[in-house]
């Protein structure tokens, strides 16, 4: 399985960016997005089911970021708005085979694939 993460960049504080993130193959995966700012740990964004009923963000973006899929072409999106230079980071897309919803969505270690990663930069 690959994840193919795209549309990070740079944008002043304020601006908007859509990350996508497409898998090379079908399956009933939860997604997620994680990040990972220079001298920190990772941590999670937002995640996704594969039906899309229940969607989680992380405290620090709630209200500004939206996950989303489409399932027809395999993707998962994260728009984020209201950007500001705390949200500067290297943000990862992350797949989990379905076993089970018994699992912590945001932890790392739940998801079984993850994507090369995308810079996200913000200026302020």
């Known amino acids: 399985v690959q994840l193919q993460a795209s549309g990070g960049g740079l944008v002043h504080t304020g601006g908007s960016l859509r990350l996508s993130c497409e898998s090379s193959?079908?399956?009933?995966?939860?997604m997620s997005w994680f990040r990972q700012a220079p001298g920190r740990e990772r941590e999670f964004v937002a995640a996704?089911?594969?039906?899309?009923?229940?969607?989680y963000h992380a405290h620090s973006v709630r209200g500004r970021f939206a996950i989303s899929r489409d399932n027809a072409k395999n993707s998962v999106n994260l728009q984020m708005n209201s950007l500001t230079p705390d949200d500067t980071a290297i943000y990862y897309c992350?797949?989990?085979?379905?076993?089970?919803?018994?699992?912590?969505?945001?932890?790392?270690?739940?998801?079984?694939?993850w994507g090369q990663g995308t810079q996200v930069t913000v200026s302020s």
């Open positions: 992350a797949a989990r085979e379905p076993n089970g919803d018994n699992y912590d969505y945001a932890e790392a270690g739940s998801y079984d694939y």
């Open positions: 996704i089911t594969w039906g899309g009923h229940n969607r």
């Open positions: 193959t079908f399956s009933r995966y939860a």
